[in-house]
Structures are given as C-alpha cells and as structure tokens.
C-alpha cells in the first residue's frame, strides 16, 4: 500500500511537471482569475463522483481544523506565491518559495513513526541544488527593496509544506474532501480576482484548451493524488521527489519550444535523479527478511 500510495504522490509531481507550459499556452488571464477557473474546473470530477456516489457526501463531513488545513493550504499557498510575484522578482521569489520540499523532508521528523536519516537531507540538498541551476541560471540577486515578497515566498514554502504535513496527521480523512478544498480555493480567487484584477478572457481555443488542462492536471488531478500520496506514501521520498517537478517541467518546455536546451539543465537531471535514488535507498535496496519456513 505504502509503495501504490508513494506512486500516486510521484503522480501529482508529474502533473506539476505541465504547469508552466499550460499556464504559457493559457494566454494572458490574470492569475487570481485563472486560479478561480482552475480550480474550479479541478473541483467538477469530485463533484461528479459525489453525484454519482451521493453516499459519499457524509465523508466530507470533517471537524473544521480538516477544512481550515485544507483551504488554507490550497489558496493561501497560491495567494502567497502570487504575492511573492508581485513584490519581488520571479527567480528569488521562487527560489525561495521552493523550499518547500525540503522543509517537508526536515519535518517528517515530527510525525509519528518518521525517522530522519543522512540520505534524506542529502538528497533533499542534491534536489534544492538541481532546482537552483534551473531557476536562477542568469544568477541570483537578493535585494532588501523587495523584502515584502521575499517575505510572501517565505511563506509560501511554509504554508504548502505545513499543509502537507498536517495533511499527513489526518489520514483517516478521505481525499473526497479535495473537492471542497477546490471548490472553497476557487470561490475566494475569484473574489480575489475582483477586488484586485482587470478579467482578461483567453482569445482562442487553443488558450482556453490549455486552461482546461490546467484545471484537470496540476491544478486539479494533482491535488487529489498529492493528498492521497502524503497520506499513506513516503513522505520523505515525495518531499525529495518534489524537486524533479521544476527539472521535468524545464524539460516539457524544451520540447514544446518554449525554451532551449543547455549544460544547467543536464546537470539539474543528474542532481534530482540521484538526490532522489539517494533519498529512496532504504526503499529500493531494502533487504528481504527471510520468513522462517514452517518445520515439517
């Protein structure tokens, strides 16, 4: 179970992979109003199980600090980065925002059962390293000027990986309540969107295809398989795995066209790769344990 479980939080990093090129592809819609489309696009296939499957609702029947968790998690994470964006440039801001991943390796240690080991950190840093040739390859330069959005990604990486950690504390919570997550995510980007955007409406089919996928992939699907995975997968080996989704996603842009090839981007591959190979060493070379044959 706990293998399937880690396979389907490897799922949601894929998914995360298309990101950057749906959002390129989606046009030119402001992001509180494209986060209020999305998410409410990922809510539909919840819903749908909910109305097929109406016995299903009372799962989402959850004590509020389950909803608190969960809202907070999905839109404070995105209003956070958006913040970020805004008011401070986009290569610090998510330098800094992406260390996320490595916060959710270092604090597994305060979940139960959990065990922080060398090849956990050492991966985690093999990752955040990969993750900054990729981000910052025309270089890194902190300015105190923009010290509110620094501040804004700071926070991001808190939110998102506190978010998947306490979502570990609730297991016994069926993903179902994903859906409201969504639906709750959308609701208050839309409002958002109101109070601080101008609505930009995408100009083609193609743009508005790209919205679609967004909605059902990274910003729908992946939320439903990264609840599942944290909650009964390998936290650690997800939280180390997490950093392949900005390498994936620079390759995926590569091959549409939207960027070009080069050495950083080779080497990023190799970090992630064995950052993650080392991460999950207990894992794949665990040894059997012999099980005693009965005496005959």
């Not at 968790?69 to 839109?75: E, P, Q, R, S, Y």
């Not at 964006?85 to 330098?95: K, M």
């Amino acid at each position: 179970m706990k293998f399937k479980a880690t396979l389907i939080g490897f799922a949601a990093i894929l998914m995360w992979s298309l990101l950057a090129l749906f959002t390129a592809a989606s046009g030119k819609m402001p992001p509180f109003q494209l986060s209020a489309i999305c998410f409410l696009i990922g809510s539909l296939p919840g819903i749908v199980v909910l109305a097929l499957k109406p016995e299903r609702l009372k799962l989402l029947k959850q004590p509020a600090k389950v909803w608190i968790t969960g809202i907070a998690g999905l839109f404070g994470y995105h209003f956070l980065y958006f913040t970020a964006l805004r008011n401070a440039p986009a290569v610090e801001a998510g330098l800094i925002a992406y260390l996320w991943p490595l916060l959710i390796v270092v604090g597994s240690t305060l979940l139960p059962g959990e065990k922080l080991r060398w090849n956990h950190i050492a991966g985690a840093l093999a990752g955040l390293v990969g993750t900054i040739l990729i981000v910052a390859g025309n270089g890194v330069a902190f300015d105190e000027a923009y010290t509110l959005g620094y501040g804004a990604a700071f926070l991001c990486a808190l939110t998102w990986s506190g978010y998947s950690l306490l979502t570990r504390r609730f297991e016994a919570v069926s993903t179902d309540v994903v859906t409201g997550f969504c639906l709750a995510t959308s609701i208050l980007s839309f409002l958002c969107h109101l109070g601080l955007e101008t609505t930009v409406w995408p100009e083609t089919a193609f743009e508005w295809l790209a919205v679609a996928g967004l909605g059902l992939l990274p910003v729908g699907a992946a939320f439903y398989a990264w609840d599942f995975g944290v909650k009964n997968g390998d936290i650690q080996l997800l939280g180390v795995a997490s950093y392949a989704a900005p390498v994936l996603s620079t390759l995926v842009l590569i091959l549409f066209g939207f960027a070009d090839p080069s050495w950083r981007i080779a080497a990023a591959c190799l970090l992630v790769t064995g950052g993650a190979v080392l991460a999950a060493r207990d894992m794949i070379f665990r040894k059997r344990i012999a099980v005693p044959q009965p005496a005959e």
